[in-house]
């Protein structure tokens, strides 16, 4: 973040730290469950596909048709979400997506997996393109594209406690009450965003006005800088129709979209690329988690490098560029070892992107329709959940091998530098904190001058 002296009684970043003190925490843990719950399938392929009798092809197709019902009801959430609030909308997809997670452990045939994981990503809709407008609310543009990296670093926190608790869960449960181990998977992980859901219905504020932990001050400076930012941005109409027939959004989208490939081409089937090491389910589990440690650590990296120098587009180029490398690595390497390290690679650049990408759009994109609008980018972006996974199975079940299909996701990542790097000009935020009058800390001390 930048360093902004405190003018009179305001300072900006205090105030900001101070929201993200009372927001993050909660919202960040409930992504977590959220991706958790989304992505657990994965671990649970490894005795649940047999049980079920589902080949590479239609597990890829299954853990895809999430996306479809994603998909479906992204744009309406997130628009109901401007409508009723952070708080009642974001309570009732955790209460709901939690009971179709719960759900999940009594299918016993492909039709039932099918059913269950579109309606999963029906009830899940909304949360991340939602959570991702509420912020816009709460956190300035020269801090936001580090808060958005705090919260979607729980992506692959998710995969980092996720994999390794799963394996342990299979293993150590497997058979207890007659269920099998990836039945209690589902039952233990899906609780907690059934019980945080209810949580966020009596915490969690909806905007600045409505808090007593912000002086009258700090709330006016908030207000007025967030309204400030949102007048004279490139993308902006009242009409949700105009929004969503954009193509300059249905452009920038795609950026989104493909790293959105990358990571669920990966995610779904790394557990089984790492069991054909030779490792038990319980090491498949700690094994699969490292890409999401230094995945992780990219997030935070990336993201905040990109608020500090207000260069958005070529860190979005650098993530493509990392995921490649990577996603190449992987398909070619000759041994555990190098293939871990590609994975890695490939990891770090296609979450960073996907966190470092929103940047874009909020230095694009104002209006009374901005909602619809991130409902829009977020479903075109979550499609690839779709695509990715497709490739992998269908390339893995026709070749046998993965190496088809790791180099497919890489082909893909060469859109998003190339989109990127057309909106380059538009999407930088100026790094004149020194030069210009109208700063957040320009903005501080001038209202404090007129009260």
């Known amino acids: ?54 080949s590479p092809a239609a597990f890829g197709f299954g853990v895809g048709l999430f996306f479809w019902g994603y998909c479906s009801s992204e744009i309406l959430s997130s628009m109901a979400l401007g409508k009723f609030g952070a708080r009642k909308w974001l309570a009732r997809i955790m209460v709901v997506w939690g009971a179709a997670s719960l759900a999940m452990a009594w299918v016993s045939t492909p039709t039932q997996f099918y059913v269950l994981r579109f309606l999963l990503g029906m009830a899940e809709a909304g949360f991340v393109p939602g959570t991702l407008y509420f912020f816009r609310g709460w956190f300035p543009r020269r801090y936001y594209n580090g808060m958005v990296g705090l919260f979607l670093v729980s992506n692959p926190l998710a995969s980092l406690i996720g994999n390794p608790l799963s394996g342990l869960i299979m293993e150590h449960l497997n058979g207890a009450l007659a269920l099998k181990g990836w039945q209690w998977l589902f039952i233990v992980e899906s609780i907690p965003t059934i019980l945080l859901g209810i949580v966020v219905f009596f915490v969690l504020p909806d905007r600045p006005s409505e808090v007593s932990w912000l002086e009258p001050a700090e709330k006016q400076w908030l207000v007025t ?95 493509a560029v990392l995921a490649i490398v990577g996603l190449l690595l992987t398909a070619y390497a000759p041994t555990p070892l190098l293939k871990m390290v590609g994975l890695t690679v490939a990891a770090m650049g296609v979450l960073a992107g996907n966190v470092v990408f929103w940047g874009m759009p909020n ?78 800390s320009t903005r501080a001390r001038r209202m404090t001058a007129t009260r």
């Not at 105030?15 to 409930?30: A, N, T």
């Not at 440690?293 to 070529?314: K, M, Q």
Request: proline residues 3%; charged residues 15%; hydrophobic residues 50%.
């Open 225 to 319: 800088t967030i309204a400030e930012e949102r007048t004279g941005l490139k993308i902006s109409d009242s009409s949700v129709f105009r929004i969503l027939t954009n193509w300059r959004i249905w452009l920038v989208s795609l950026v989104n979209h493909v790293f959105v490939v990358g990571i669920y081409g990966v995610t779904f089937f790394l557990p089984q690329i790492v069991k054909d090491f030779g490792l038990s389910t319980t090491q498949v589990g700690f094994v699969s988690a490292i890409p999401s440690l230094f995945g992780a650590a990219a997030i935070v990296v990336l993201s905040r490098n990109s608020d500090r120098t207000g260069e958005r587009a070529w860190h979005n180029v650098f993530c």
């Open 1 to 54: 973040m930048a360093n902004f002296p405190m003018y009179g009684e305001v300072d900006p970043d205090h105030v900001v730290r101070k929201c993200g003190w009372r927001i993050l925490p909660i919202i960040m843990f409930g992504f977590l469950l959220c991706f958790l719950d989304r992505i657990n399938v994965g671990m649970a392929a490894l005795t649940m596909n047999a049980d079920l009798g589902l």
């Open 363 to 440: 230095a694009l994109i104002g209006g009374a329709q901005a909602a619809a609008a991130f409902g829009l980018i977020n479903t075109i972006g979550s499609f690839g959940g779709v695509v990715g996974p497709n490739i992998m199975g269908l390339l893995r079940e026709a070749t046998g091998s993965f190496r088809s299909g790791l180099i497919g996701l890489a082909v893909c990542q060469i859109l998003a530098i190339v989109i990127a790097l057309y909106f380059r000009k538009e999407v930088n935020v100026r790094d004149d904190s020194s030069h210009s009058e109208d700063t957040p």
